[in-house]
């Protein structure tokens, strides 16, 4: 979300000079040395037993050749953290809190600039694991202070970085002075939407298009799917676990279109009735009551619109308490200027985000979002419910009762909500 406000206008000719580098580190796991990683645990003051205890780990792997159906001899590994080791991924954040420390260092060198917007929080990097983003002035002293850094960091951990696959995205720059840093840096100039951690981020509003790849997975999945004798509540948990799953990932960080909100829905409904052709079979229950918690009759989905404002108002809520975090930083910084997120008037030049996120505190009251706050930890579902018609299902302890099999809750739960159906036509 900050890399979206750094974006913001980047396009625009009038704009002060500005840097984003996306960084790719090659074989980031394999090829961390291991002197320095004992040398970086010591200088963290860790214990003494607790650093051999790391370092054994390390350093008495070995590892095993099957060729041909045959186990070949053993070698000993010299170097790198495993891939899919659980303790892989803790060192290696240590080692990008070095990287980060060495760039706030280099920052404070006379020839560096920071990035227009990231002066005042003295901001250099973002990063998640070996996902690295660098920012700074756009100009050819600032940029050479990051490279002979990262070149550093190179000698010093054995980490590369990938010049192929790394890319510069330059902001207000003569067309001269961008060849001439191009060249330089000898990194290819970006084109947008800038895609991180696998979300595309462009200048401007989100397009429909840019969304495309969660409807391509919810397809891949459902296509392995389709081969399969699966039960209705067999159906209904894949939903669950997996279809929204990969759609709430997005919906946490924007507001997703509503033609993909409503595609998705499209898709869920058809996978769990089934298809006839190219249109879905008769439903038993609408979406609507499909999408109400249990105990309200429905089977706990959650309607894609109304969710996606419940997941974003935890920034909301993060915001009117101060919570400790960057972004909360960023933004106090950006826009309220210290003011209230509550009297708050939103300003013409504001990031399209931002815009979404000021709409969806309209949407909501200060009780409201406290009250889904109340025990220290943001809960989405609560202020969601809050929202539905509470009008409680007197069949529902009888229906999911843990007594019965889940194939057995479904028959039930479409048996019930038939006759209720049924009864309410005949009223």
């Not at 993060?318 to 972004?327: E, G, R, T």
């Amino acid at each position: 979300m900050i890399l979206q406000d750094l974006l913001k206008n980047y396009n625009r000719k009038n704009i002060s000079q500005r840097c984003i580098i996306k960084v790719d580190i090659s074989k980031a796991y394999d090829t961390v040395n291991c002197d320095f990683l004992e040398a970086l645990l010591n200088a963290f003051r860790m214990l003494a037993r607790f650093i051999s205890w790391i370092m054994t780990c390390l350093r008495a792997t070995s590892y095993t050749i099957l060729m041909n159906g045959r186990v070949q001899d053993n070698f000993q590994g010299k170097k790198g953290l495993r891939q899919g080791d659980p303790l892989s991924p803790l060192l290696f954040v240590l080692i990008m809190e070095y990287l980060t420390r060495r760039l706030s260092m280099a920052a404070s060198t006379p020839g560096f600039r920071y990035h227009p917007l990231c002066k005042s929080l003295k901001l250099v990097n973002l990063c998640f694991a070996d996902d690295l983003i660098l920012f700074s002035k756009g100009n050819i002293q600032s940029i050479q202070v990051l490279k002979d850094t990262l070149n550093e960091f190179h000698a010093t951990t054995g980490l590369a970085i990938n010049t192929n696959k790394s890319q510069i995205y330059l902001g207000g720059v003569e067309s001269k002075a961008k060849h001439d840093i191009l060249m330089e840096i000898n990194l290819s100039e970006g084109k947008f939407p800038l895609k991180y951690l696998g979300v595309p981020l462009r200048p401007t509003k989100w397009k429909a298009e840019d969304c495309n790849v969660i409807l391509k997975n919810i397809k891949q999945r459902l296509h392995s799917w389709a081969s399969r004798h699966l039960s209705f509540a067999g159906r209904s948990q894949l939903i669950h676990s997996v279809l929204l799953g990969l759609r709430n990932y997005w919906m946490s960080i924007f507001i997703l279109p509503q033609s993909i909100t409503k595609e998705i829905e499209k898709l869920c409904r058809g996978f769990l009735w089934g298809w006839n052709g190219n249109r879905s079979k008769l439903h038993v229950a609408s979406w609507e009551k499909v999408c109400l918690p249990k105990n309200f009759g429905g089977l706990g989905f959650k309607d894609g619109a109304r969710w996606n404002q419940a997941v974003l108002a935890k920034y909301i809520w993060a915001i009117s308490n101060k919570s400790d975090s960057l972004w909360v930083k960023w933004i106090n910084n950006i826009y309220l200027k210290n003011s209230s997120i509550w009297t708050y008037e939103l300003k013409i030049d504001s990031s399209w985000y931002w815009r979404k996120l000021c709409h969806v505190r309209d949407k909501f009251d200060w009780m409201d979002i406290q009250t889904a706050g109340a025990s220290g930890k943001f809960k989405p579902h609560l202020l969601y419910n809050s929202k539905l018609p509470q009008i409680p299902f007197i069949y529902s302890r009888g229906v999911w009762s843990s007594i019965n099999v889940p194939k057995h809750r479904f028959i039930l739960w479409q048996v019930v909500n038939d006759q209720l159906l049924t009864r309410n036509k005949m009223l």
